[in-house]
Every structure is written in C-alpha cells, then in structure tokens.
C-alpha cells in the first residue's frame, strides 16, 4: 500500500531523517531503551525499540514536542564507513549503544558480507548504524506526524523477543501530510476487518490464527470474483486445472522454491516421506504438463488453476485479509513456444487491464522488475526475457517504471499497482517470464523439425490472492459494493405481519431473474428494518404495505401485475415502481456492471 505524491527518493530520504530525530528524543524520556532497527517505508517510517515499560499513543505530543526541537536545531546529517572493528569500539563507547545486541548483530551481519559499516552522526549530539541517505540537516524535514505504536517481534520471528514498534510518516509540506492524515482517517472507516464484521462477511478465530472464516455473504462475494474471472478466461482460451494442496519435498527442492521458501512452508510425514503443504501452484502445474507427449500444435498451453496456498507468515506480520497464512491464488501458467512469449503477454495484459476496470480500478500504475540478487540462471537468457517484456510494453503504448532487481528468482517480471478510491496503491497482477522451471522438470514438446524443445513458461496472477483483492475491494468501495457486486442486492421490508405473503411471492419473481434477495420479516418497525439495511450496505429495499399490495391487479394478458416502493441505500425515496420495470432496471444496471 503506497500513497505518496512528492518525489519519492526525496520522501525515502526526509522519513528516514525523521526516523533518527525519533530515536534522538525516545532516548531523552527513555535513556534506558535499546533501539532495534527501523526503515523508511512507502508510507512513512517506524522504529523498533527494546523498553521493558509500556509506551502509548498518549505520549507521542511529548515526543513529538521534542523532535520539533531538534528540527529546529538544524543538525547536519554526517555519513561515515567504519571498519566493523572500529564500529564495534564506537558501540562500546556511545552510553546508548552499549551491549546492544541488535546492533551487534547487524555488524556481524555486515562483517560476513565482507562490508564496512555505515553510520550517520547528527550534529555532535546523536549516531546509529544506517545505510542512509538522510537530508542534509534536520531543518530540511518540515512536516511530520507520529501515528500509532504497536508490538513487533525482532525480525518478525515469534522465536525473538517482542519489541515496541512506533509508527510515523513525513512529507515535503504539510498540505500533503495533511491530506494524508485525512485519507488515514477515512481508511480507519473503510476498515475491512470492521466491515467485514459489520456486513458479517468473514470473521477470524483464535482457533486458527492467519485463517479466514468465509459467511455466506462473503462466498457469494468471493464467487462473484472468481466467477467473473473465469468467464474472462473461458473467453480467453484457458483450461481450469486443480493440483493436490501437498506435494513431496523433492518435488520443491527440483523447483528451486525450497531454497527461497523453505521458512514459510508447512511440512508433515507420511510412510516415512517428507511432503509440504504447497506455497504456490507452479510446480503441480508442471506435472500435469509433463504427463503426456506434447507437440508445437499443443503450444501455447493455459491452464489456469484457483488453488489454495499456504504460507506460514509470522503473527506480528498477520493483517486481516491483506496478509493471512492459507489464500486461494488467481493463477495461470501459460507454456509457449519462445516465439510465443509476445503475443501471450500482450494478452495477458490486456486480459489484466480489462479486469481491472471492469471491477472499478481504472487508475493502473505498471512496473518492470529485473533481475534479483539471489536468482537461477546465465545473464544471457535474463537479458532476453527483459528485452521481450519491454518491447512487448512499448509495443503497446504503455508507461511504466523499471523496478531494479525487485524480479521473481526464476525471471523478470511485470507487476501492476491499481489504485483506489483514496488513492492507495495496490500490487496486485503480476506476469513472471521464465525459461528455467522447464528445463529444471525436463518440461519437452515436440517442434516442426521433429526435435525436443523446452517451452517457456508464463506464470501470471490477475488479482492474486482473493482474500488479500476482496479486502481491497471492501475498502475501496467502503462496503457499498456496486450492484452486481452487492451479496444482497435487494432486501423486502413488509410493513406488517399480513404483508409477509406478498413481500415472499415478490421475493421469488427476483430470484426467478437471479437478483439475490432477502426477506426482512422480523417483528420490527419498518423505520428499524430500513435503518438495518442501510448500514448493511444494500443497494436497494423494496418497502411493502397495504398499498402495494392492494395496488396489484391483472394485465390485459391475464398476467398479475404489482408494485413495490423502492428506496436506495442512499436514502432516496423512488416510488412505486411496477415489479417488471424494477426488475427489468436491475438487470440492465447489474449486466452493464453499472
């Protein structure tokens, strides 16, 4: 999730400045703490401390008091590189770096990798282990905001010890850390795990910490996504496919997940065989592939596959719907002659977008990354793969931005950011090239000359995991889904008891034309019933008395015609409407996807 406006190696620099004034005045009120480690993120900065004594959000205007002391001080920011050994001493001598093991650790960290230590001094009065950069001098950082405190685990792993976490974010003027206060206000509205509660559309448990608990308004939700999905790939030329959800451990360690996942998979034995619970579908997909002869007639090849993952995420890094530890992922695999590969992107592409758009993100950032640090493969096929996604970007007329060394380890990537209605930014879609995982599974079809060739495979996710897009979705719409989204898109409210019969055979002619309905028979006032469905978000109610039901008669064709007042979630009073005419409306908003 990114909201940024400035130039952002500016604002990386201004929050990471402002992340070394936070530890200078937490060292004034707390001379005992130890600090951890903290970054400049895409949304602001926050730090880690070790303080056995409780800190909240009530004394962030003392703290915050005394940072703006320190700006005005305008200390300059120094970098120097010390020899590890020379770090080590500075440590020793510095009051507040003293046996402070998680520095340590870093350095030793930093002395394995055959590096020097970087540290920053600020003024004469403070300095830390940092990478940087930082402004020039304190002065330089003019609007900044102390946001939230919470606990985090060293280096999230539920092994370490539990630190204090506090939370910030700074901008180059304060109109724009203003408008970000306020978009963080209307986020806390547009909640998901509040209004999943609220709309009772999933729910968490104890019982199974990083699982979702799906209602049944939550499913129709979910299959309306993934029924809309696979439409599109129907349309598209794909084939549903389903692997098993655990595969043997050799079979990771042939994919070369094992060396990037192993931390995050769940394992278990059975007849004395070592088998994992799969974190991604790729490599089941490869067996399936493999199963038979293929010919260059066969290519290109899509299967898509829903499949459920799991990966064992630490719990200080679960977050609702946007990070659990068992997802269903959109995915699909495309195997391809080399000459292939460009129309196939081309299409997913333009696959991707048209998704997109249709659900109600028109706004559509693209990112090209490279290749990582730690990846397979020669420098030869990783600069082909880049060159075909970039032209097949230009090619299309499509801006986009160079990620460095931010790619999959098996292949160059591209990745779409949509954004929503507070303009957050989301990476959802992701096009992976990659020329290794078939030569690793021996993957083989048959070419024109009549020898073996390996195919190329696409890996491509469109929303990625449907828990992490539906909790977008919840937020981005704050719940008020548009029609043909809504779980519910009409409710009947009879007025009294004797209207239950009519409001029941207006019930089924909507269902009859597949528009989900529900009945409020409840021995409530009808002001009650309206209120309940309005803050449960439903498009529309349809409000029965003893004038609708007396109002209905027969057409000239014999056939019974009624009446039903509609009113909007928004409060608007439409009417009476004929029931053919609502229904006739309903379907012309919700096939249009208006």
Known sequence: ??????????????????????????????????????????????????????????????IEEEMRKIIKKDLPFKRKELSIKEARKLFKESPYLKNNQYKLEWLEEIEKRGEKATIYETGSEFVDLCSGP????????????????????????????????????????????????????????????????????????????????????????????????????????????????????????????????KDKMYFTKIDNRTFAIKPMNCPGVSLIYKERSRSYRDLPLRLAEAG???????????????????????????????????????NIIQLTLKLYRLIGFPDIDIELSTRPEKSIGSDEIWEKAESILKKVLK???????????????????????????????WQCGTIQLDFFMPERFNLEYIDKDGQPKHPVMIHRTIIGSIQRFTGILIEHYGGAFPLWLSPIQVVIIPIADRHVEYAKKVASKLENENIRVEIDDRSETMQAKIRLATLQKVPFMGIIGDKEVSAKGRSSSGRENGVISVRTREGKDLGQVKISEFIKDLKEKIDKKV
């Open 134 to 261: 930082h402004v020039q001098s304190t002065g330089k950082i003019e609007a900044f905001k102390l946001l939230s405190v919470a606990g985090a685990y060293w280096r999230g792993s539920e092994k370490n010890k539990m630190l204090t976490r506090i939370y910030g974010t700074a901008f180059s003027t304060q109109k724009e850390l203003d408008e970000y206060l306020n978009m963080i206000e209307e986020a806390k509205k547009r909640d998901h795990r509040k209004l999943g509660k609220e709309l009772d559309l999933f729910s968490f448990h104890e019982e199974a910490p990083g699982f979702i608990f799906w209602h049944p308004k939550g499913m129709i939700l979910r299959e309306i996504i993934m029924n809309l999905l696979n439409n599109l790939h129907k349309k598209s030329g794909y084939e549903q496919v389903s692997t098993p959800i655990l595969l043997s451990e050799d079979l990771w360690h042939k994919s070369g997940h094992w060396d990037n996942y």
């Open 395 to 425: 090619d299309l007329n499509l801006e986009y931005k160079i990620n460095e060394g931010d790619g999959a380890f098996y292949g160059p990537k591209i990745d779409f950011h949509i954004k929503d209605s507070l303009s957050r930014s």
């Open 1 to 62: 999730m990114k909201y940024m406006k400035s130039n952002k190696d500016q604002l990386q620099e201004i929050r990471h400045s402002a992340e070394h004034v936070l530890m200078m005045a937490m060292l004034k009120f707390y001379p005992n703490l130890k600090m951890a480690m903290g970054p400049a993120t895409d949304e602001g900065f926050y730090f880690d401390f070790d303080y056995d004594e409780k800190i909240t959000d009530a004394d962030f205007p003392k």
């Open 308 to 346: 459920e993952v799991h990966r064992h995420e630490p719990s200080g890094t679960l977050h609702g719907l946007f990070r659990v530890r068992a997802f269903r992922q959109d995915d699909a695999h495309i195997f391809a002659r080399e000459e292939q590969i460009e129309e196939e992107v081309n």
